[in-house]
Structures are given as structure tokens and as C-alpha cells.
């Protein structure tokens, strides 16, 4: 070939494989990382669920395990509880959600209400669940706030306000919590289902606002974001932490129980509790059946409504109520919030006081010991986990760029897996094995069981803006003669920093929140914030607890706003970088 | 610049060619045709960019080297397209520099080399702006002169004119026809605009049509 001996070094570069194909192992490995994990757990736990964990006695399979889990008192009640707090969480954040969207879309408070609640979805659940407690508990806010002069109370009533035995301030706690996280989900669905047009065309038809969102909206919405929802549907189900600081204690939601069985000096209730883990797992499936078949009962029922055709011209009352539920939900949790922050720093907060008498670095003096080592864990811990996350999100994202297909651990939603399945089915497993293999708790394990929590939620925010990116930069700085390695880090990286770090903020924050994994694979060796809160809450001191809650909060807010500070240096000069 | 038996398709089916072109140094060789016949897809084939969604096939000659084959940063062939596409991320000067073959070594080099540029792009002193602060016909002279720095052996043109408004369109035509005429470089453009194939003054060659009333069947 002529060309290969005027050219050496091209015959070269193209016999090296293309670069289409040099990433193409990046889908195997990243679906190895992720999904490995959760596999393994699976059949650790399933095994000792029928009777055969050989490190502890049993070597026959067997129902043993499921005899006693059935004869456990109240374990009915505990499943039923679980549930029931499920599906009310989802249909209930849900209809504030699509009652605020028909209601609002496209006015000034819409946008507002989108702003102010974006933050709200980086805190974790642990600490709005404090918030929420103190708020509601019988010494709590709004009672100081309509004591003694409305009711009449000089010290906390005897009531039951905070794990109440029906759970109704465990789903009160919940609903808050996600009633951000679908809207803004439904937000980014809306963009996509031409939602501002479709609705003008149904207002000009005559309907009113809410009807004609209602209507014409919603339809093309709501596939979009069924899998957030069923998210929320399975996290309500299986739900740790948030259920041991609001939720019932006699008897407690399953998975709480469960938890509590496997952490059992006794080691020999593992065996009850990896069964537990499995009816657990069979509880979100019966979740799921249940919701799909409201879904398309709903859905029959709105074909019928769309097809009557009636236009419900005044609905300002409806659109009025939808706006107070959401300014209620949101206000909880800012309450919450600032509830725990003046807390951290009480020094003394009597009933019914409704601000604290003087405001101190007391608590802070007094836990600083303490506190070092935590924030020591969960920031490694959380760093090195984001880190993980965002390398491998990239990696399938540009492999999918070069290769113009969407690599099969993306499209076939092998992803949201441990998002949708309950934590303890596979956490009590990857723990056994842990165990068996005579590793213990170690700092990879842990870290590598908080990627596999995190990863989703980068990828999730990273992909969009990743495939939005103008191939015909790459085009054009090919031509110019750089090599697509000089390419992707000279150019596409850096135009693509901002998302980047705003999913590594992400998924800091998402890491920051990982109560149950934190304390399964970690093995209690590795205590962080989130950890530490829900242990002390057993104690019961609302200083200690405000000072991790404000804690809990405020990494997540920084690392935001470090991710924003590093933009702004950087692209201090590029107004082309201010905004994407 | 020369084509021989070029042929696109995508998923099996024939989108265009065989095609067959020869562009003399400082000719503008005009391809019209309607949307969707492939004329992008024509130049991201010979800039070795084309998505693995299509396939093609044909020898694409410079000088005397068939590069058909060569992985993009060897081939040398500038490509403008109607967006400016100036990274955002860097200044006007580096977004020069980027371009400029990494044999010249010498900082005082290079830096002339840009001062030289934008002086001719009538842009004196712009090296340390930001490219968002430029207007849009500023902004096209910009990356006019970072593909001329490159030092391609071709050019290719992707509609370049048609996202500026008429008066900048004119000056702007007039402006990189000048320099493409000076470099002595064969140049490809596919445009659907006849103002364009007519300030070009070089052959026109009708695109597509057939092929792609033949696709719509």
C-alpha cells in the first residue's frame, strides 16, 4: 500500500482499533460494579432465608426461617404497616405534585416554587425526618407556637403526635420529602411532552386551567415519570431510617424490625431476618401490583372524563387548595430545617418557648471530639464513592457517544435496580458474605456499596446535558488536528464541568444520606453523620440531634456550592460558560 | 481535491453517489441539494467523523494521498459550519492557538502567528476576549481564521453563511471567498442557497434529488 509507506504512522493508528471500539469494555464493567454487588447480596440473603448459611449451623435448605418469621407477634401488622405507609406516601406526594403542575404551570409561583424547592431535594432524609419530629412532637414547634395563649398548655401535652401506631407522621415525614423530588421529575417530563403548547391548545378549547392540565397534560407526563414514582412506591415500602425516628415502634414498620432481628447479637436471627428481608422484597412487588392496577383503573376512569368533555371553567378554589398543600409541604421542611439549626445551638429551649432563650457555641465545644472522625468517614467515604460515579458515568456516556447506540446497562434499566429494590435484600447478603469471606468492615467495601447507591442518581443528571453536547465541536477540533483524546479532555470536559460537578455535588449528597448500607457494610465501624444521627436519636438530647442534623444538611449545601464556586473561577471571563 | 465513485448510505439504503468531484487549488466547488440528502453526512465521510449509522464508501484524494482511511486529525481538512463553533470555554487567542500545528514550537512564534490573524480578520488585540462578547459576524471571522491556521490542505463548508443576517452575509462571503482564493485552497461547500454557489464563481453540481424522491417512495 503506497500510502502506508509515505504515511507509517497512519496504517498504524487506523490497524489500532477505532476509538469507537476502545471503550467498549466500559458498559461490561461499570454493570459489573453495579450490579455485582447487588447480585451477590441477593443470594447471600436468599439462602440463609431458607435455612443454609454454613458459617453459622445451617446446612440443609429448609422453611424453617419462614416458620419463625410467621410466629413473630404483630409481623402482620408490621407488614400491613409498611404498605399501607408506601402507597400513601406515593399517592399523596403524587397529588400535591399534579394538583400544584395543573394547577400553577407556567405562571410567576410556578418557577418560584421550582427554585426554592430544588435545594430541598439534596437534604437527607434523616434530617428532615428530625425536623419534621420536632415540629410535630407534643413539645414541639407548633404547639410552643400556639402556647400557652391558643391552647392553654404551660408544659407538652400526653399525646401521641410522633410515632403514632398508624404511622400517619412517618408518611406525613415522607410525603414532605418527595413531594420535591417528583415535582421537579415532572418538571423535566413537562419539557419534553410540549406541555406549555398542549395545554394553551385546551385553554383556547374552553377548559379551565386545572382541567385542561388535567386533561391534555398529564397523559403524556405521567408515563414519563412512573418510574420516579414507583421509585418513591418502593423506597415508602422499605423505608430504615426515617421510620425509626417517625415511624410506629409497637410493632414497627417490617424493614425497621428486620433490621433490628439482623443487628441481633443473637446471630442465629439472621436466619428469620434474611427470610424477613425476602417477604420484604415480595411487599414492594405487591406494592407495585397494587399501584398498577390503580393506574389503570384511574386510567379508565380518565378516558371516560377526557371523552365527556366537560370544561370546569372556575376552578379557583381547587387551584387555591393545591397551592396551600404544596406552601404546606414546603414550609415543613424549611421549618424543619431551621428547627434543627436553632437547636444545634440551644443552649436551653423550654416548652413553650418558641425561640431559644440564647444562642451558644456550647454543643459544638462539647461534641468537637466526637465529631471528627464522623465527618472524617462520610466525607472519604462520600468523595471517593462520587469520585467512582462520575468516572464511570462518563465512561458509558462517551462510549455511547462514539459508538451512537445506548450501551444495554442503560437502556435496560438494569441501573435503577438498587433503587427500586429494598435495601435489606441485598445489604443483609453482601453483609453475610462479607462475613463469610472474613473481610469485615472495611473502607473499599463501604465505599464501593455507597457507588453502587450513587451512580444512578450521577448518571441520571449527567446524561442529559452529556448527549446534548454539539458533536460538531468534536468535528470541527478533529479537523483543526487534535486526536480525540486531546479532544475530550481539551474541550469536551471542560465545556461539560458544570454538569459534572453538579452531579458529583449529587451524588456527595446522595452518599452523605446512606443510612442502611452505612451501617450494614460498614458494620458500625465506620460511623458517619447520617449513622450517628440515627443512633443518637435513642438518647434523645435535641442539641446532639440538631447539631448532626445541621450537619447532615450542611455538607450537601457545600458541596454545591463549591461545585458553583469552581465554575465561577474558572469561567469567570466565558459568559458562553455562565449558563447551559 | 478529488472524489471518486463516493457513495453514502444509511441502514442499506443509498442516500447518495456515486459521486464523482475535482476541486482545482483556490476553486469553490458548490454541492446543492434539498434537506436530507445527505450533504452533512457527505462532509463528516470526508472529515472521518461520519456516525456509525452510515456507512460509505469511495477514495477521497488530497494531493496525492488517498485518506479515506486516516483517522481525522491526520486528514487536514478544515470544516466551517453555520454556527461559529468557537469553544466557549477558551478566549479568542486560545481558541487560535488550538488550532495551530504543534511544529511551531516558539511561544513568540505562535503568538505572532495569532497576532497576524486577527489583525487580518480585522479583529487587532482581541486575542485575551471573551468569544461570547463578539458579535456574530466577529465571531464567523474568528473561526474562519482558526480553521486557516490549522494550515489544511482542503476546506470543507457546511451552509456557512446562512445563520447571518444579509448584510454581515455579504461582507462575510466576500471575506473567507477572498482568503480561500489566497491560500490556493480547494474548497467543498454545500449550501441551498444559489446566492452562495453564485459569489462562489466555481462549478455547481445539482444533489440528491433523484436519490432522495426515490427515498421518500
Known sequence: ??????????????????????????????????????????????????????????????????????????????????????????????????????????TRWFRRAERLLAPLLSLPHVAVAFGIAFLVMPSGWILRMLSPWATGFHRPP??????????????????????????????????????????????????????????????????????????????????????????????APLAVRLVRLFNDPELSLRFVASAGACLQTL?????????CVGEKGLRHWGICWIVAGRRNRRDTAARVAAALMLALSSVAVVLAMLGMALWAFASSWRFPEVWPGELTLANWEQHRGGLGPVLVNT????????????????????????????????????????LV??????????QILLMVAG????????????????????????????RAWDERYQQTAGCLGATSLRTFFRIKLPML??????????????????????????????????????????????????LYALLQMALPFLAFAVAALIIARRFRHRRGMQTS | MQLRGVTLQLGGRLLMGPLDVTVRAGEVVTLMGESGAGKSSLLAYLCGTLPLAFTASGEVRVGDDEISTWPPQLRRLGILFQDDLLFPHLSVGQNLVFALPPQIRSRAERQARIEKALAEADLPGFADRDPATLSGGQRARVSVMRVLLSEPRALLLDEPFSKLDVSTRRRFREFVFTHLRQARLPALMVSHDPEDAAAAGGPVIQLGRIHAEENRK
Open chain 1, 158 to 251: 400526653d399525646w401521641l403526635t410522633v410515632q403514632d401506631p398508624e404511622g400517619i407522621s412517618l408518611i406525613f415525614g415522607l410525603i414532605v420529602k418527595e413531594v420535591p423530588f417528583l415535582l421537579l421529575m415532572t418538571v423535566a417530563a413537562m419539557g419534553q411532552a410540549d406541555a406549555q403548547r398542549s395545554r394553551t391548545v385546551a385553554l383556547t378549547l374552553g377548559y379551565g386551567p386545572m382541567t385542561a392540565w388535567l386533561k391534555a397534560v398529564l397523559p403524556r407526563v405521567y408515563p414519563q415519570i412512573r418510574l420516579p414514582v414507583l421509585a418513591v412506591l418502593a423506597y415508602g415500602v422499605s423505608v430504615v431510617d426515617v421510620a425509626m425516628v417517625l415511624g410506629p415502634t409497637t410493632p
Open chain 1, 497 to 546: 464541568l458544570r454538569p459534572i460537578l453538579t452531579s458529583a455535588a449529587i451524588g456527595f449528597a446522595v452518599s452523605v444520606g446512606l443510612y442502611l448500607p452505612t451501617l450494614l457494610v460498614g458494620g458500625g465501624r465506620y460511623p458517619t453523620l447520617t449513622t450517628e444521627a440515627v443512633t443518637l436519636s435513642s438518647g434523645g438530647d435535641p442539641r446532639l440531634i440538631g
Open chain 1, 379 to 418: 466525607i472519604t467515604v462520600a468523595a471517593g464513592a462520587t469520585l467512582a460515579a462520575v468516572i464511570l458515568a462518563i465512561g458509558v456516556l462517551e462510549q455511547e457517544a462514539r459508538s451512537g447506540r445506548r450501551a444495554w446497562i442503560v437502556s435496560g434499566g438494569g441501573l435503577y435496580l438498587p
Open chain 1, 283 to 291: 411487599l414492594v412487588v405487591a406494592g407495585i401490583a397494587i399501584w
Open chain 1, 1 to 106: 500500500m503506497a500510502t502506508a509507506v509515505r504515511h507509517p504512522q497512519v496504517s498504524l493508528l487506523v490497524r489500532r482499533s477505532r476509538p469507537a471500539q476502545a471503550l467498549n469494555w466500559i458498559p461490561f464493567l461499570t454493570f459489573a460494579v453495579l450490579i455485582g454487588p447487588v447480585a451477590a447480596g441477593l443470594v447471600g440473603t436468599l439462602l440463609p432465608a431458607f435455612g443454609y448459611l454454613p458459617a453459622l449451623g445451617g446446612t440443609t435448605l429448609n422453611w424453617g426461617p419462614w416458620r419463625e418469621l410467621a410466629e413473630l407477634p404483630g409481623i402482620w401488622t408490621s407488614a400491613r404497616l409498611s404498605l399501607v405507609t408506601g402507597l400513601a406516601t406515593t399517592a399523596g406526594s403524587l397529588g400535591i405534585v399534579v394538583a400544584f403542575c395543573a394547577g400553577w404551570q407556567g
Open chain 1, 439 to 466: 473481610l469485615g468492615a472495611n473502607w473499599p467495601a463501604l465505599t464501593w456499596m455507597h457507588l453502587v447507591f450513587v451512580f444512578p442518581y450521577v448518571f441520571l443528571s449527567l446524561s442529559d446535558p452529556y
Open chain 1, 421 to 430: 429494590l429494598p435495601q435489606v435484600a441485598f445489604l443483609f447478603g453482601a
